[in-house]
């Protein structure tokens, strides 16, 4: 992952007790974090599982992408995991050719021992393979729900999230948990500016991000510096009151 990991202290603790519960009880934990695009959720989660010291695999649905494309990039990232899930290689032998597949056998996996799975954009996997809510249900109420586990379905689309696990929805009653993501604060903003800068550089650094780490100023690599008020932005990527230290 390019760049440093900022903030979101709140966030990492609370996932982490959302872990402890699932490890310490033997009883699966469902969470779902959402939150506006962009916002750092795919980060804050890779953050998380690299963290947590446990075996875990990480998924991703794409909107409007051939399966055959998705899979092949849920085979990659499950492949490239820091702690891969135990006995991946076996179940990854033949490229599975559903989200239906995958996540089948990706539960068989998950029977041994305290383990994460994250499943990124489940709404647009779910938008692949319709029904596949149904399947995590029947996953879920058959075997997940009675293992040290910790299942986190991540997604950015609000309204898709929100009818996931609405009253006539098979996964309605299962959620544990859920986390939403908002863009840095003030305070995190101080943080990701090295903790020394002003208040006015700080504050200045909020208003024009937004608290979106997406929009975060990059340090200019070799431009020269702005040397007059008609050329105000010589540089690649958006003119910042501040650099980053
Ligand atoms: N806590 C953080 N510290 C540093 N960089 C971050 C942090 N959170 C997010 N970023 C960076 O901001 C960008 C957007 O983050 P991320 O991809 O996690 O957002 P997202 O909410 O998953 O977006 P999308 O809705 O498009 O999936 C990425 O370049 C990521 O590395
Ligand atoms: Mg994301």
């Avoid at 908002?182 to 006015?200: H, I, K, M, Q, W």
């Amino acid at each position: 992952m390019i760049g440093n990991f900022f903030g979101r202290q709140a966030e990492l603790a609370d996932l982490d007790a959302q872990l402890r519960l699932a490890v310490s009880t033997g009883a699966g934990r469902l969470i779902a974090v959402r939150g506006r695009r962009q916002a750092g959720k795919s980060r804050l989660v890779e953050e998380f599982v690299t963290r947590s010291g446990l075996p875990y695999g990480a998924v991703a649905g794409m909107k409007r992408t051939p399966v055959a494309v998705q899979m092949q990039r849920a085979v990659d990232t499950l492949r490239s995991s820091l702690r891969p899930l135990p006995k991946l290689d076996a179940i990854l032998a033949v490229r599975p050719e559903s989200w239906f597949d995958l996540l089948s056998r990706l539960s068989l996996l998950l029977a041994d021992g305290p383990a994460i799975l994250v499943v990124d954009e489940f709404p647009w996997a779910e938008e692949t393979d319709a029904g596949l809510d149904g399947l995590v249900q029947s996953l879920w109420d058959g075997e997940l729900s009675r293992r040290p586990v910790l299942v986190v379905l991540v997604g950015s689309d609000e309204a898709m999230m929100d009818r996931l696990f609405e009253h006539d929805r098979p996964l309605f009653g299962r959620l544990d948990h859920q986390l939403v993501v908002n863009p840095f604060d003030p305070y995190e903003t101080f943080l990701a500016l090295g903790g020394s800068r002003s208040a006015v550089d700080v504050f200045d650094t909020y208003l024009v991000t937004g608290g979106f780490p997406s929009s975060w100023p990059r340090p200019a690599v070799s431009r020269p510096p702005p040397t007059s008020s008609r050329m105000p932005c010589p540089g690649p990527t958006p003119c910042w009151p501040t650099s980053l230290p």
